[in-house]
């Protein structure tokens, strides 16, 4: 049995990229200030780190599947180029109860703020949820958060390393 680890729950618009509101394609992501580096210094601390994101922009018709995997490969790409740092597993709810798109229209315990895409990726990896943590922009990050049973920090802008650092440490003492 693999031991058990930390891990960081991190929200995608807002936390990691500017959010310029349905972000579908590279030519529109703008990374967070200081989040590469986060990423990297969460690795360095051996979190496992996850991203978990609402992505109704695809049950809108805004962009596909095939688009948003796209820009996700992408983004751990232009990650490992910029800081070395690596996201160990993605996942991301397209359905929305009102969608346009009739394919996508239902409910989803994956949708923020139920905790599915948490708890799927605590039952695949090796998570410590005692000693994990999520970092959202938004109040349903937080509802995720405590829902899976993961201590949730709300991220308000700024720089996301200057946000991480000091939370990184309380577990660790680095």
Same mark, same amino acid.
């Given at each position: 049995m693999k031991s058990l680890r930390p891990a960081l729950f991190l929200d995608r618009d807002g936390v990691l990229n500017h959010d310029h509101g349905y972000v579908g394609s @590279?030519? =529109? $992501?703008?990374?967070? +200030?200081?989040? @590469?580096q986060a990423i990297r210094r969460a690795n360095d &601390? %051996?979190? #496992?780190v996850f991203v978990v994101t609402n992505q109704? *922009?695809?049950?809108? %018709?805004? $962009? +596909?599947? &095939?688009a948003f995997h796209g /820009?996700?490969? !992408?983004?751990?790409?232009?990650l490992d180029a910029r800081s070395g740092g690596r996201i160990d597993d993605i996942r991301h709810c397209p359905w929305l109860p009102d969608a346009p798109l009739p394919q996508w229209r239902r409910d989803s315990d994956w949708r923020k703020p139920a905790a599915g895409? #948490?708890?799927? /990726?605590?039952q695949t990896w090796p998570v410590d949820a005692a000693r994990s943590l999520m970092v959202g922009d938004r109040e349903?990050?937080?509802?995720?958060? =405590?829902?899976? *049973?993961?201590? *949730? !920090?709300l991220f308000a802008g700024g720089n996301l390393e200057t946000f991480l650092t000091p939370l990184l440490q309380q577990e660790f003492q680095i």
């Open positions: @590279p030519d =529109r $992501f703008d990374w967070i +200030d200081g989040a @590469p &601390a %051996g979190y #496992l109704s *922009g695809v049950a809108r %018709g805004f $962009f +596909d599947e &095939a /820009l996700m490969d !992408h983004i751990r790409r232009d895409m #948490l708890i799927d /990726l605590m349903s990050d937080m509802q995720a958060a =405590r829902a899976a *049973g993961v201590a *949730g !920090h």
